[in-house]
C-alpha cells in the first residue's frame, strides 16, 4: 500500500496471508472429511469380518482371512457377531510360563455356548500376526503354504491395519493380544490351541498372547522378530520412549496440518503405526523369553538392518531350547522370496510340537528376571551400523541430551563407548559444518528471512563479526569457547561462514572442539553412574520399576539440563546472574512482556465491541479525516500526515517510495533531496510507512545508516527531520456532540542512559544499571558497535533516542501534564480540518461526516514540560488513530489491571464516537472489517526489520 490510498481503494491482501488462509481452509476441509469416513477404512476383496467384544457393549471389527479352513456358508465376507468362548484353565500337564498381571482390558464374560456351536476344529491351527507396518496381506502366501500343508490358517489385520477398525486409543501388544485371543476363541471358529506366529512386531503381540493365555498356545514361533528390548532401538525403553514419542508427534502434526482428505490415514506411515511403537514396551519380553519352557521356533534373516539377526541368536541364548533357521536376506525375506521356505519350516516345527509330549530339552528349572539372565554383547556389525546412526541422527535434532543418552548405552552395556563416542563426534561435526556452510552459502540475507531470522538474531553475528575482525586469529578461539557456552555456538559458527573465514583452518578447531566435548559428554553421564554407586543391574531394575513414566523421566532430565546450562551455569558468573535478572522481570513484570501476550487483552476488546455491533470495519468512521481507516492501526503514516499537514504542527517529513520499480540507489537519492530541500542534517528518522507501535523506527546519523536502513526495509518509508526534547504520547477524542475534545492519557516516554566510568566496557554498564539490564539484550542490540568500548568517566550515553518501548523507551504515567489549554490545542487541530468550526457543527450543518475526527493518538515532542502543560510549542511526530491504545500498559508503576481498564474507556470512546457518525450518515459506504484485516497483515508483514546501531 502506498501513501495515496483513496478512500474508495480496498487494500489488497498480501500474497501469503491469501496462502495461509487457503491452506488453513484446506487443512480444516481435509480434518472434516477425514471425521466423516468410514473409521473402519477399505474393505479390501477377500477379507472376511468379526465383531470382537471387548467389553458388554464394546464391539470392534476384526478383519481376517481364513486358509484351509470349511468353506464358509455365508457371502465371500461374513461378519461374526459373537462374544468369544470361554479361556480354559491351565492343566498341570501343560508347561505354563511365569504370567504377569493380567492386562486392564480384558474380555468380557461370554454368552453360554448353544446347541450350534461347532465342534473343536479338527486341522491345527496357525494364526499369522503381521508386523506395525502393513496388513495380514502380506503373510498370505506363507498361509497359502501352510494351508496346502494341512493346516487351518487365520491371519488377521491387527487393530489400526488394513481393513479393522482404527478408533481404539490402545494399541499396546497386550491389548491386541487381547483381542487376538477373543477372536480365536468365539463359539464360530472355537480354537483351543494354535500355533501362534508374530513377524517383526508382531512377535510382541504373540509373546503378549503366551503370557495371557499360555493354554491357547501350542507352540510360539518368531519371525524377523523384536525380543529383548537391549536389541531395540536405543536399547532402553525410557530413551525409546521419548524418539518414538517425537516419532508419533511428527506424523500426527502431518496429519491434522497437511490437506491429505484421508490419504495418509491409509498410507502405511500413519499415527495407527506411530502409536504401536510409541506405546510398545518391550521390558518384559526377555523375562519371559528366558522363562519360556513351550515350543518355540525362531526365523530371521541375516541381512536384516530392521531388526538385527542378533536379536534371534540372543534369543536362543537364553532359551536354548528354541528351534532356529537363519537365511540369507533382509527383514521382509520371508514375506516375498523365502515365504515357501518358511512355511514348510513352520508346518515340520509345528508338526513336531503337536506330535512330542516331550519337555523341552533344557527347561528353566528356576525362574529367572531379567538382571539375572546373561547380558546381550556391545551392539556389532549391522546392529552396531544401525544404533549410531540412530545416535548421529538424534545428536543433529538435540545434540547435548543425544550424548548424555548414549552415556547411559554406554554404561548399561548397549553400545561400546568408542563407537557411541564416535557418533557423537560425526554429528556434532556435521551440525558445525552445516552451520558454516549456511552462512557461506547464502551470506547476510539469510539472516533477514525465516527461519535463520527466528533462530540467529543478526546483531548477534555482527557482534562475533566485531569480535573476529579486532582480535585477529585469537578470534579464531572463539570456535572452541563457543562449544562450552549455551546458545553461543549457532550464532559463531554461521558467523563464520558469513565472514568466510579459512574453512581449513576452521575445521581444525571443530574437531578439536568436537573431540573434547564428545568424550566428556558421554563419559560424563557413567562416572555420574558410578561416582552414585548405580551399577548395570540396579540401573536395569530402576527403569523396569519407573519405564512407565518414560516420557516424563526424559521430558524432566531435558529440563534439567536446560535449566543446568541456561541457569546454573550463567548464574557462576557476574554477567550471566545480571542475564538472569533481565530474563526473570521478562516474565515477572508486564511492562516488559511481549506484545502478542500484553495487548492480547485489548484485541479481545476490539473484537468484543465489534461483534456487539455486527460490524467490524465500523469503527473506522471516527476517523474519516486521517483517512480510508480511520487511523486503524498499520494505515500509512504518509495518508494521516497528509490530512494533518495544514492543521497540525508537523515534523517536516516525505514519502520514499519503495517496490520493485524504484532502485535503492534513487530511495538515497530521495533521502538526500529530502534534506537539502528542508535544510536538514543528520540525524534524521526513518520508519516504515505502514508500521505497528514503533517497529523499525531508527534514528539515523549518517549516510552509509541511511542506504543500510533502506537495503533492509524496501517497502514505501517515511523520512523525518529529528526533533530533539521530551517526547509524550497523549490520547485525544471528542464526541461528534460535544463541543470540546477531552484528554483521556498522557504518558512520557523517557530515554534509557548509562553513565560511564573510565574504566568498563559499555556492554558491562548496560548490564550494571538497575534500569538498562532489564532490555540489555535490545540495548546491546542497538549498540552493538560500541558494545566493546570504555566510557569516560561521567560520560552519558543514550542507548535508544527513539521513544518507544519497541526501542528501549521507558514508559511513565504523567496524568498530571492533562491540561485544558493540551486539550484545547488538540480540538484546534480538529476544527482546522473541518474548516474552522468543530466537527460536530459541520456535521450537523452539512449532514455528513466529511473532515470528522474523534479519536488520535499523538505523538508529541517538546523542549520543556512546561511547553506541553501550555499546549504550545509542540511539534506532532507520529499519529495513530481508532483502536490504539495509551502505551501506559507498560508501565510498570501502574497496575496492570488498571491499565487494562483505562484501555477499555479508550476503546468504548472510539467505537462510541464511530457509532454517532455511522448513525449520521446512513446509506454511505462504510469500510469492511476485511479490509481493516488487510491493512494490519501488510503492516504486520513488513515493520520488522533488524534495528541497527547508531
Not at 501513501?3 to 491469501?18: A, E, L
Not at 560424563?524 to 553412574?529: D, I, S, Y
Request: glycine residues 8%.
Amino acid at each position: 500500500m502506498t501513501g495515496g490510498t483513496s478512500p474508495n481503494s480496498h487494500p489488497r491482501i498480501p500474497r501469503k496471508w491469501i496462502y495461509i488462509g487457503v491452506f488453513l481452509l484446506l487443512a480444516l476441509a481435509s480434518n472434516a472429511v477425514r471425521l466423516l469416513r468410514n473409521n473402519a477404512g477399505p474393505s479390501p476383496q477377500g477379507r472376511q469380518f468379526a465383531e470382537i467384544y471387548l467389553g458388554e457393549k464394546k464391539a470392534v471389527r476384526l478383519a481376517y482371512r481364513e486358509f484351509g479352513g470349511a468353506p464358509p456358508s455365508t457371502p465371500a465376507t461374513p461378519t461374526d457377531t459373537e462374544k468369544p468362548a470361554p479361556t480354559p484353565a491351565p492343566t498341570p500337564s501343560a508347561p505354563v510360563p511365569p504370567t504377569p498381571p493380567a492386562a486392564a482390558t480384558t474380555p468380557s464374560a461370554p454368552a453360554a455356548p448353544s446347541a450350534s456351536t461347532p465342534p473343536v476344529s479338527e486341522k491345527p491351527v496357525f494364526l499369522l500376526l503381521h508386523g506395525a507396518w502393513g496388513s495380514g496381506a502380506e503373510l498370505w502366501p506363507i498361509a497359502e503354504k501352510l494351508a496346502a500343508e494341512g493346516f487351518r490358517v487365520f491371519v488377521p489385520d491387527l487393530f489400526g491395519s488394513g481393513a479393522s477398525a482404527r478408533d481404539l486409543s490402545d494399541f499396546t501388544a497386550e491389548n491386541a493380544a487381547t483381542i487376538a485371543a477373543a477372536f480365536l476363541q468365539t463359539p464360530s471358529r472355537n480354537v483351543k490351541q494354535a500355533h501362534i506366529v508374530g513377524v517383526g512386531q508382531g512377535g510382541a503381540v504373540a509373546v503378549a498372547l503366551a503370557q495371557k493365555n499360555p493354554v491357547l498356545v501350542r507352540s510360539l514361533s518368531l519371525v524377523s522378530s523384536v525380543g529383548a528390548q537391549e536389541f531395540d532401538l536405543l536399547g532402553n525403553h525410557i530413551a525409546n520412549s521419548f524418539v518414538f514419542w517425537f516419532h508419533w508427534l511428527f506424523i500426527q502434526a502431518g496429519e491434522v496440518a497437511l490437506p491429505h482428505f484421508g490419504v495418509l490415514d491409509n498410507s502405511p506411515l500413519n499415527t495407527r503405526y506411530a502409536a504401536v511403537f510409541r506405546q510398545s514396551d518391550l521390558g518384559g519380553m526377555k523375562e519371559f523369553l528366558g522363562n519360556y519352557t513351550g515350543p518355540l521356533f525362531l526365523a530371521h534373516g541375516e541381512d536384516d538392518w530392521v531388526i538385527t539377526a542378533d536379536t534371534a541368536r540372543y534369543t536362543q541364548k537364553i532359551a536354548p531350547h528354541a528351534k532356529t533357521f537363519f537365511t540369507s536376506g533382509g527383514h521382509r525375506v520371508f514375506e516375498r522370496e523365502k515365504a515357501a521356505e518358511l512355511a514348510a519350516q513352520l508346518a515340520k516345527f509345528a508338526t513336531a510340537s503337536t506330535t512330542t509330549t516331550a519337555a523341552p530339552a533344557t527347561p528353566a528349572a528356576v525362574p529367572r528376571n531379567a538382571a539375572a539372565m546373561p547380558a546381550p554383547e556391545p551392539a556389532q556389525g549391522a546392529r552396531l551400523v544401525i544404533l549410531m546412526l540412530i545416535i548421529i541422527v538424534c545428536a543433529f535434532v538435540a545434540e547435548d541430551p543425544t550424548c548424555l543418552a548414549s552415556g547411559m548405552l554406554v554404561h548399561l552395556g548397549v553400545i561400546g563407548w568408542f563407537p557411541a563416542t564416535l557418533a557423537c563426534l560425526i554429528s556434532i561435526l556435521i551440525g558445525d559444518f552445516t552451520l558454516y556452510l549456511v552462512g557461506y552459502a547464502l551470506g547476510r540475507p539469510a539472516l533477514r528471512v525465516p527461519p535463520l531470522k527466528w533462530i540467529v538474531p543478526e546483531y548477534k553475528i555482527d557482534r562475533m563479526a566485531g569480535w573476529f575482525e579486532k582480535k585477529g586469529f585469537q578470534g579464531l578461539l572463539l570456535i572452541i569457547t563457543s562449544r562450552f557456552i549455551p546458545a553461543s555456538r549457532l550464532p559463531t559458527f554461521i558467523c563464520a561462514g558469513v565472514m568466510r573465514l579459512s574453512f581449513w583452518r576452521l575445521s581444525i578447531l571443530f574437531v578439536v572442539a568436537a573431540a573434547v566435548w564428545a568424550p566428556v559428554m558421554v563419559l560424563g553421564v557413567g562416572w555420574l553412574m558410578e561416582t552414585f554407586g548405580w551399577d548395570r543391574d540396579h540401573v536395569i531394575d530402576g527403569f523396569h520399576q519407573l519405564k512407565s513414566y518414560a516420557l516424563w523421566i526424559i521430558l524432566g532430565a531435558l529440563f534439567a539440563f536446560w535449566f543446568l546450562m541456561h541457569v546454573v551455569v550463567p548464574a557462576l558468573t557476574w554477567r550471566g546472574r545480571r542475564m538472569l535478572v533481565m530474563k526473570v522481570r521478562h516474565w515477572a513484570r508486564h511492562e516488559f512482556w511481549p506484545d502478542s501476550l500484553l495487548y492480547l487483552p485489548v484485541a479481545t476488546m476490539v473484537l468484543g465491541a465489534a461483534l456487539r455491533r455486527f460490524n467490524f470495519g465500523g469503527v473506522a468512521a471516527a476517523n474519516t479525516a486521517l483517512g480510508p481507516l480511520g487511523g486503524f492501526t498499520g494505515e500509512a503514516k504518509s495518508t494521516m500526515f497528509s490530512a494533518l499537514k495544514n492543521a497540525a504542527p508537523l515534523a517536516k517529513w516525505t514519502l520514499i517510495s519503495g517496490g520493485k520499480n524504484v532502485t535503492h540507489d534513487q530511495r538515497v537519492e530521495a533521502v538526500k533531496r529530502f534534506m537539502e530541500e528542508n535544510n536538514l542534517a543528520f540525524p534524521i528518522v526513518l520508519k516504515p510507512d505502514a508500521g505497528d507501535r514503533g517497529f523499525g523506527v531508527n534514528r539515523i546519523t549518517n549516510e552509509a545508516q541511511a542506504a543500510e536502513w533502506l537495503t533492509h526495509f524496501q517497502d514505501d518509508a517515511i523520512a523525518q527531520e529529528w526533533v530533539g526534547g521530551a517526547e509524550f504520547e497523549v490520547v485525544w477524542c471528542r464526541q461528534p456532540a460535544a463541543a470540546h475534545g477531552r484528554i483521556l492519557s498522557v504518558v512520557a516516554k523517557e530515554p534509557v542512559t548509562v553513565t560511564g566510568d573510565g574504566h568498563r566496557l559499555l556492554e558491562d554498564l548496560i548490564w550494571a544499571d538497575d534500569r538498562a539490564v532489564s532490555r540489555g539484550d535490545l540495548f546491546l542490540r542497538l549498540n552493538w558497535r560500541r558494545g566493546t568500548e570504555v566510557l569516560a568517566a561521567g560520560e552519558k550515553l543514550v542507548l535508544s533516542h527513539i521513544g518507544t518501548h519497541a526501542c528501549g523507551a521507558h514508559i511513565r504515567d504523567r496524568q498530571e501534564l492533562r491540561t485544558e489549554t493540551l486539550a484545547a490545542a488538540l480540538d484546534k487541530i480538529a476544527d482546522t480540518l473541518c474548516g474552522g468550526q468543530s466537527p460536530s457543527a459541520a456535521e450537523t450543518e452539512n449532514g455528513n461526516v466529511a473532515g470528522g475526527l474523534h479519536y488520535v493518538v499523538y505523538d508529541l515532542r517538546v523542549e520543556t514540560e512546561e511547553q506541553l502543560r501550555e499546549g504550545g510549542r509542540f511539534v506532532v511526530t507520529g499519529v495513530s488513530g481508532v483502536c490504539s491504545v495509551s502505551s501506559r500498559l507498560r508501565d510498570q508503576s501502574a497496575r496492570a489491571a488498571y491499565s487494562l481498564a483505562s484501555a477499555r474507556r479508550q476503546i468504548r470512546e472510539a467505537f462510541a464516537a464511530a457509532d454517532a457518525v455511522r448513525k449520521s450518515a446512513r446509506g454511505q459506504r462504510q469500510v469492511s472489517g476485511l479490509a481493516l484485516f488487510a491493512i494490519r497483515a501488510e503492516a504486520r508483514s513488513r515493520h520488522i526489520i533488524d534495528l541497527r546501531s547508531e
